[in-house]
C-alpha cells in the first residue's frame, strides 16, 4: 500500500497537499466558511463563549498551538491549549460558556478521552476534531469537525498536523463569521488564503532532495535546536519532536524570544539550530527581531539552517543554508515552514538505517493513560 513509497511517511508527507485540500472541501459557500457541524450548536451558544480550551496530545497539541493565535485573533475569544493528560488532575474552571476543543487524529488516545469525557461531565461543550469517522473521542463530544486527512499509518504523524490546522482554521473563522468579529469581506480574503495552502504545499514539497542531501551529512548530530516566534514556535515544538521519535536525538523547540532568557547558553560551537523566519512583509516586524536572534547565536558559533519565505534575502548573510518556502501571510506560514522540518525528521532517521514508519517504543494510538 506504500505505493512506490519508501515508507508510508513519505507517502503521507506528499498527501500534506490533498490532506488540506479535502479537509477544506464542500466547508466554503460563497467564500465564506460553513460547518453545519459547528453552527448546528446554534448562533446563541456560539456567540457566548468567552474561553477556548484546546486539548491533545503530542503533534496534535502542537496544531493546536497553532489554531490558538488564529481563533484568538480572528473570534477574539480567549483560548488556551493543554495538554490532555494534565487536564482532569487539577480541577479546571469550565463552564457552558467553555469550548472545549479536543484534536486528535486517532480520535482513541486515552488522555485525550478521559479529558474530553470530565470536561463534558462538568457542563462544558465539547468539540472534537478527528481524522477518524466514529471513533471514541467525537461520539463522546458534543459537535465533530472532521479532518480528511485519510488514513495515516506511520507512527509519527504528518499530513494528520496540516489537516488539523486547517480545521482549527475553519472553526476560528466560523466562529469570526458568527460572533462577528470578522466582516465578510476579512473572512472571504482569509478563506481564500486558506484555500491556496494545498497549492503551496505542493510547491513546498519541492525541498524534498535538498532536505535529503542536509540529513546525510547531518546523519552523526547528537543534538538540534528549533527556534520560532508567534504561530512559528509550535512549528519549532514540532520539528523537535520529529527528531526525537524518528532520529533518537536530542532535540528542542524554543520560543525566539526566549533565546536570550535561557537558551542561547546552549549554543557553543557547531551547535545545528533551525530557525523559523517570520515574513519581511509582517507588519509586526517579527522578521527582523528573529534575524537579530540569528546574529546573535551565528555570533557564537551556531550552524544556523533558516526556513524563511522565496525572496527573502535579509537572512543570507546569517545562515549556513537557507530553505525556502512559498509567500504567504503569517497565519498561512506553518502549514508550509513545517514540510521541511516533517521532511528532515524522516531523512535523519533514513540516513542512520532507523524504521522510519515504526520508531522504537511509540505506538500509533496510545490507548493507555
Ligand atoms: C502519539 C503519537 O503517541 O499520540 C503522535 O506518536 C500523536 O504522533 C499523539 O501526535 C496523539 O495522537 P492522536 O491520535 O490523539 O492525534
Given at each position: 500500500e506504500k505505493g512506490g513509497w519508501s515508507s508510508f511517511m513519505a507517502k503521507e508527507i506528499s498527501e500534506e497537499p490533498e490532506a488540506v485540500a479535502k479537509t477544506i472541501?464542500?466547508?466554503?459557500h460563497d467564500g465564506l466558511v460553513d460547518l453545519p457541524e459547528v453552527t448546528a450548536l446554534g448562533a446563541e451558544v456560539l456567540r457566548g463563549i468567552d474561553r477556548v480550551l484546546i486539548i491533545a496530545c503530542g503533534t496534535a497539541a502542537y496544531a493546536g498551538m497553532v489554531g490558538k493565535y488564529a481563533i484568538e485573533q480572528w473570534a477574539r475569544i480567549p483560548v488556551d491549549v493543554e495538554l490532555a493528560h494534565e487536564?482532569?488532575?487539577?480541577?479546571p474552571v469550565l463552564s457552558p460558556n467553555t469550548l472545549v476543543v479536543s484534536i486528535s487524529q486517532?480520535?482513541?488516545?486515552m488522555d485525550t478521552l478521559m479529558a474530553v469525557k470530565y470536561a463534558r461531565e462538568r457542563g462544558a461543550r465539547t468539540l472534537s476534531i478527528c481524522?477518524?469517522?466514529?471513533a471514541t473521542i467525537p461520539r463522546e463530544s458534543d459537535a465533530v469537525v472532521y479532518t480528511?486527512?485519510?488514513?495515516?499509518?506511520?507512527?509519527?504523524?504528518?499530513k494528520a498536523f496540516v489537516a488539523q490546522i486547517a480545521a482549527t482554521y475553519l472553526l476560528g473563522l466560523q466562529l469570526g463569521q458568527v460572533r462577528g468579529t470578522l466582516s465578510d469581506d476579512e473572512a472571504r480574503g482569509l478563506v481564500a488564503e486558506l484555500q491556496e495552502v494545498p497549492e503551496k504545499l505542493r510547491t513546498a514539497l519541492g525541498v524534498g532532495e535538498r532536505i535529503k542531501d542536509l540529513a546525510h551529512w547531518m546523519a552523526n548530530t547528537r543534538s538540534v535546536l528549533f527556534l520560532g516566534r508567534h504561530v512559528g514556535y509550535p512549528v519549532a515544538l514540532e520539528g523537535a519532536l520529529k527528531l526525537k521519535e524518528l532520529a533518537y536525538i536530542h532535540a528542542e523547540g524554543f520560543a525566539a524570544g526566549e533565546l536570550k532568557h535561557?537558551?542561547?547558553?546552549?549554543?557553543?560551537?557547531?551547535q545545528v539550530v533551525f530557525v523559523l523566519v517570520p515574513s519581511p512583509?509582517?507588519?509586526?516586524s517579527l522578521h527582523s527581531k528573529v534575524v537579530s536572534n540569528i546574529q546573535e547565536i551565528r555570533a557564537r558559533g551556531a550552524r544556523v539552517i533558516a526556513i524563511a519565505?522565496?525572496?527573502?534575502?535579509?537572512v543570507l548573510p546569517y545562515a549556513d543554508e537557507v530553505i525556502r518556502i512559498p509567500l504567504a501571510s503569517p497565519f498561512f506560514e506553518p502549514m508550509l515552514a513545517v514540510v521541511p522540518l516533517h521532511y528532515f525528521g524522516m531523512e535523519l532517521a533514513a540516513a542512520k538505517g532507523l524504521d522510519v514508519d515504526q520508531p522504537r517504543n511509540l505506538a500509533k494510538s496510545v490507548t493507555v493513560e
Open positions: 472541501l464542500g466547508r466554503v487536564f482532569r488532575y487539577r480541577e486517532s480520535g482513541e488516545t481524522n477518524t469517522q466514529g480528511h486527512a485519510g488514513p495515516e499509518v506511520a507512527v509519527a504523524s504528518t535561557g537558551p542561547i547558553a546552549l549554543i557553543e560551537p557547531g512583509r509582517d507588519p509586526r519565505e522565496q525572496g527573502d534575502a535579509a
